[in-house]
């Protein structure tokens, strides 16, 4: 097994419990722990000896991140994202010639100062499926792809006081894509994942989310409270109607004769 794979599944395991561990740290030592919305573009390709056909693909990412604050302008951020990667390239052997699309956790350090930050670290893919570029041709269809993607990640960008960021962040691929003895009489191509993306965050405390449910909760309440009054007062609105409706309308009055006048 190659070194690699064998820190896959602990990463995995790490990727899903460190939000946890985060907030239970946080409980204990009181630090500020923010959570978060992440969308963004992907440009991809193959790199490695033998992605001499390798073109550029866009594709997306997106998902969920918490961060625990740190003194000194450090933070650690995990996040969940799905994330497409693979090429756009479509010679047998020398591209990747699919689009991969991964269930990525990246496990990072950040250090921030004036709105600035950067960050590194590293990342776990789970890969979900794979859709050639072009129809299966020669083995093509029959190319299998690793399960798993371990990455490194470089990072840097800007966060504003509301919250909102954005960034750029380099992804490089530390695995061979393709399983061995996949390419018939080649051997174990090098061909691994490279990817450049532009993100958008969006980071805010978990007692905002408590406040807003809150406030919806109470609008929804007094929407439903004036909805009940509005029902409980139709019946009776609507007897007064039907009872005005089956009166007897009320007789016109009796003109007064006027007395003749009297002679001069």
Same mark, same amino acid.
Do not use: C, K
């Given at each position: 097994?190659?070194?690699?794979?064998?820190?896959?599944?602990?990463? +995995?395991?790490?990727?899903?419990?460190?939000?946890? +561990?985060?907030?239970?740290?946080?409980?204990?030592?009181?630090?500020?722990?923010?959570?978060?919305?992440?969308? %963004?573009?992907?440009?991809?390709?193959?790199?490695?000896?033998?992605?001499? /056909?390798?073109?550029? *693909?866009?594709? /997306?990412?997106?998902?969920?991140?918490?961060?625990?604050?740190?003194? /000194?302008?450090?933070?650690?951020? /995990?996040? !969940?994202?799905?994330?497409?990667?693979?090429?756009?390239?479509?010679?047998?052997?020398?591209?990747?010639?699919?689009?991969?699309?991964?269930?990525?956790?990246?496990?990072?350090?950040?250090?921030?100062?004036?709105?600035?930050?950067?960050?590194?670290?590293?990342?776990?893919?789970?890969?979900?499926?794979?859709?050639?570029?072009?129809?299966?041709?020669? $083995?093509?269809?029959?190319?299998?792809?690793?399960?798993?993607?371990?990455?490194?990640?470089?990072?840097?960008?800007?966060?504003?006081?509301?919250?909102?960021?954005?960034?750029? $962040?380099?992804?490089?691929?530390?695995?061979?894509?393709?399983?061995?003895?996949?390419?018939? !009489?080649?051997?174990?191509?090098?061909?691994?994942?490279?990817?450049?993306?532009?993100?958008?965050?969006?980071?805010?405390? =978990?007692?905002?989310? %408590?406040?807003?449910?809150?406030?919806?909760?109470? !609008?929804?309440? *007094?929407?439903? +409270?004036?909805?009940?009054?509005?029902?409980? *007062?139709?019946?009776?609105?609507?007897? $007064?109607?039907?009872?005005?409706?089956? $009166?007897?309308?009320?007789?016109? =009055?009796?003109?007064?004769?006027?007395?003749?006048?009297?002679?001069?």
């Amino acid at each position: 097994m190659p070194p690699n794979r064998v820190f896959a599944w602990p990463m +995995l395991l790490v990727g899903g419990l460190l939000p946890a +561990l985060l907030l239970l740290s946080t409980a204990a030592a009181g630090q500020r722990v923010l959570l978060g919305l992440r969308g %963004g573009g992907t440009f991809s390709n193959a790199i490695g000896p033998d992605a001499t /056909a390798s073109r550029l *693909r866009l594709g /997306a990412t997106a998902g969920l991140l918490v961060r625990l604050e740190l003194p /000194a302008g450090l933070a650690l951020q /995990a996040e !969940g994202l799905y994330a497409q990667r693979g090429d756009n390239g479509a010679s047998y052997g020398f591209s990747v010639g699919h689009r991969l699309d991964y269930l990525a956790v990246p496990l990072l350090l950040q250090y921030h100062r004036d709105g600035l930050f950067v960050e590194g670290g590293v990342q776990y893919g789970h890969l979900l499926r794979s859709t050639p570029n072009e129809p299966p041709a020669f $083995r093509l269809s029959e190319l299998t792809f690793e399960p798993s993607d371990l990455n490194f990640v470089l990072g840097i960008g800007f966060q504003d006081s509301s919250g909102v960021s954005v960034g750029w $962040r380099y992804v490089g691929g530390l695995d061979n894509v393709f399983q061995p003895g996949q390419i018939s !009489g080649t051997g174990q191509r090098q061909l691994r994942n490279s990817s450049l993306e532009l993100y958008l965050n969006y980071v805010f405390e =978990p007692r905002q989310v %408590g406040q807003l449910t809150v406030a919806t909760g109470r !609008g929804i309440g *007094r929407g439903a +409270l004036g909805a009940v009054r509005l029902i409980g *007062r139709a019946p009776s609105a609507l007897l $007064r109607a039907v009872q005005r409706r089956q $009166r007897p309308p009320a007789p016109a =009055p009796t003109p007064v004769a006027t007395p003749p006048a009297l002679p001069e």
